[in-house]
């Protein structure tokens, strides 16, 4: 099989989410998990990069297998069974060579560190004979894993026809100390686990980060005043602000997706409504009405519609309605409840937690509610984030007794579920959109 024909498969497989996700109502009662079990990993050879310090090179290549093994669409070969053990991005590969280890791809990279980092990468056809990608790549010199997933992102972006996702973030809550007393605070990492750093002290209980559009702006959940409020925190400079006086609690915020306004949650009299101002401040506007708890809301990629959860039915199920608010729509149909909805980026799924019989369940449905499907099933596990390209999604599962929670990702298919490392117990994760 050809590497074109192999680029089509994933191409295809990548439109294959959409396409189950289309499935008649009926199979949303059902309780499935898509295997995938037709699709092959594409066979990748990645030898260190050259370098004039070979441990540079070694470590930029080592990540980069790691991104694509991670995203389940690629099978790095091991570095040590490969005939060339450093590449030489100046030369065409020996096809013959490579064909006997029995790879679909070679990728050739030289990596340098001085005033800025930079990179030189060609990606081959092995079986055709031709390159596939060719294209040089720098950061700032503090950046070094940076070069790495922009490359990672080139390679997934050329060999399967989607847009990448390894050079972004994702902020979570990073949860230490005893589990009777845990300290709760914002954390900021790469999308593999690397480079933490912690944007809140400690001192009050950080809950439920969101990105802005535009990456620079956290809305969250802050303890400090007691009751939590919605808090807004630059991560450029640093400064916070409390967004809104709005009722004794506030929470569960998230951003339309310009930025210039926060969906949130507001606890009155024993109901819980949502709400939406403008991140500059204003008086809030009120999306929902009644005595039910209208919490989670998450504005389609249009910024349209805004699906939510909410009782209003009974038990906690998936609710559509305009952003301006008014005539709520149930959307979730399955057995047990339903909470934490997420819109994709791309507008054609929805994510969300579903528990049923004791069990929890990250699962997708289309936003009219059909074609659910459950992608991973575990005690507790909760609280979906999308990748900005819409085919990954991370989430946090708790499993009980003295240990925390930790977070996870599998694709929409239900295949490549990973363990995604911290250096702490973590929950709530959210992720960002690509760096610029």
Same mark, same amino acid.
């Given at each position: 099989?050809?590497?074109?024909?192999?680029?089509?498969?994933?191409?295809?497989?990548?439109?294959?989410?959409?396409?189950?996700?289309?499935?008649?109502?009926?199979?949303?009662?059902?309780?499935?998990?898509?295997?995938?079990?037709?699709?092959?990993?594409?066979?990748?050879?990645?030898?260190?990069?050259?370098?004039?310090?070979?441990?540079?090179?070694?470590?930029?290549?080592?990540?980069?297998?790691?991104?694509?093994?991670?995203?389940?669409?690629?099978?790095?070969?091991?570095?040590?069974?490969?005939?060339?053990?450093?590449?030489?991005?100046?030369?065409?590969?020996?096809?013959?060579?490579?064909?006997?280890?029995?790879?679909?791809?070679?990728?050739?990279?030289?990596?340098?560190?001085?005033?800025?980092?930079?990179?030189?990468?060609?990606?081959?056809?092995?079986?055709?004979?031709?390159?596939?990608?060719?294209?040089?790549?720098?950061?700032?010199?503090?950046?070094?894993?940076?070069?790495?997933?922009?490359?990672?992102?080139?390679?997934?972006?050329?060999?399967?026809?989607?847009?990448?996702?390894?050079?972004?973030?994702?902020?979570?809550?990073?949860?230490?100390?005893?589990?009777?007393?845990?300290?709760?605070?914002?954390?900021?990492?790469?999308?593999? +686990?690397?480079?933490?750093?912690? &944007? #809140?002290? $400690?001192? /009050?209980?950080?809950?439920? @980060?969101?990105? %802005? !559009?535009? *990456?620079?702006?956290?809305?969250?959940?802050?303890?400090?005043?007691?009751?939590?409020?919605?808090?807004?925190?630059?991560?450029?400079?640093?400064?916070?602000?409390?967004?809104?006086?709005?009722?004794?609690?506030?929470?569960?915020?998230?951003?339309?997706?310009?930025?210039?306004?926060?969906?949130?949650?507001?606890?009155?009299?024993?109901?819980?409504?949502?709400?939406?101002?403008?991140?500059? +401040?204003?008086?809030?506007?009120? &999306? #929902?009405? $009644?005595? /039910?708890?209208?919490?989670? @809301?998450?504005? %389609? !990629?249009? *910024?349209?519609?805004?699906?939510?959860?909410?009782?209003?039915?009974?038990?906690?199920?998936?609710?559509?309605?305009?952003?301006?608010?008014?005539?709520?729509?149930?959307?979730?149909?399955?057995?047990?409840?339903?909470?934490?909805?997420?819109?994709?980026?791309?507008?054609?799924?929805?994510?969300?937690?579903?528990?049923?019989?004791?069990?929890?369940?990250?699962?997708?449905?289309?936003?009219? +509610?059909?074609?659910?499907?459950? &992608?991973?099933? $575990?005690?507790?596990?909760?609280?979906?984030?999308?990748?900005?390209?819409?085919?990954?999604?991370?989430?946090?599962?708790?499993?009980?007794?003295?240990?925390?929670?930790?977070?996870?990702?599998?694709?929409?298919?239900?295949?490549?579920?990973?363990?995604?490392?911290?250096?702490?117990?973590?929950?709530?994760?959210?992720?960002?959109?690509?760096?610029?």
């Amino acid at each position: 099989m050809t590497l074109f024909t192999r680029r089509s498969a994933l191409m295809l497989g990548l439109a294959s989410g959409v396409a189950l996700a289309a499935a008649p109502q009926a199979l949303a009662q059902l309780n499935i998990t898509v295997e995938g079990a037709n699709f092959r990993a594409l066979p990748i050879a990645i030898p260190d990069f050259a370098s004039s310090d070979p441990t540079f090179g070694r470590e930029i290549a080592s990540i980069v297998r790691a991104n694509l093994q991670r995203s389940g669409l690629f099978l790095p070969l091991d570095p040590a069974a490969l005939p060339v053990q450093v590449g030489d991005v100046n030369a065409t590969p020996d096809f013959p060579t490579w064909l006997t280890v029995n790879v679909d791809a070679v990728v050739m990279g030289t990596v340098e560190r001085g005033g800025q980092i930079s990179s030189s990468v060609r990606v081959w056809d092995v079986r055709q004979g031709t390159q596939v990608v060719g294209q040089s790549y720098n950061t700032d010199p503090n950046s070094s894993r940076r070069i790495a997933h922009i490359i990672s992102d080139a390679i997934y972006t050329a060999l399967t026809g989607g847009s990448g996702y390894f050079d972004t973030r994702v902020i979570y809550v990073a949860e230490s100390g005893p589990k009777a007393n845990r300290v709760r605070r914002l954390a900021i990492m790469d999308q593999d +686990g690397a480079n933490s750093q912690y &944007l #809140t002290d $400690g001192s /009050a209980m950080a809950l439920t @980060p969101r990105f %802005s !559009p535009n *990456g620079d702006m956290v809305t969250y959940m802050n303890f400090a005043e007691g009751n939590p409020q919605v808090y807004l925190l630059q991560l450029s400079t640093g400064q916070q602000r409390r967004l809104a006086s709005v009722g004794a609690m506030t929470f569960a915020p998230r951003f339309s997706p310009d930025g210039s306004t926060v969906a949130f949650s507001v606890e009155q009299g024993g109901a819980t409504n949502i709400y939406a101002v403008g991140t500059g +401040g204003g008086q809030p506007l009120q &999306l #929902t009405s $009644g005595a /039910a708890i209208d919490t989670g @809301p998450s504005y %389609s !990629p249009d *910024g349209s519609r805004i699906v939510f959860e909410s009782d209003r039915g009974g038990s906690p199920q998936i609710y559509m309605m305009s952003s301006g608010g008014g005539n709520p729509q149930r959307v979730s149909f399955g057995q047990g409840s339903y909470s934490t909805p997420v819109w994709s980026p791309q507008g054609d799924l929805i994510a969300f937690t579903r528990q049923s019989g004791g069990q929890f369940s990250i699962g997708v449905m289309n936003p009219d +509610g059909s074609g659910e499907r459950l &992608l991973y099933s $575990g005690f507790h596990a909760e609280g979906p984030t999308w990748a900005p390209n819409g085919r990954v999604i991370m989430f946090f599962q708790d499993p009980g007794g003295n240990d925390g929670p930790r977070l996870m990702s599998v694709d929409i298919w239900g295949r490549s579920p990973v363990n995604i490392p911290t250096e702490t117990y973590a929950s709530d994760p959210a992720w960002s959109g690509l760096r610029s």
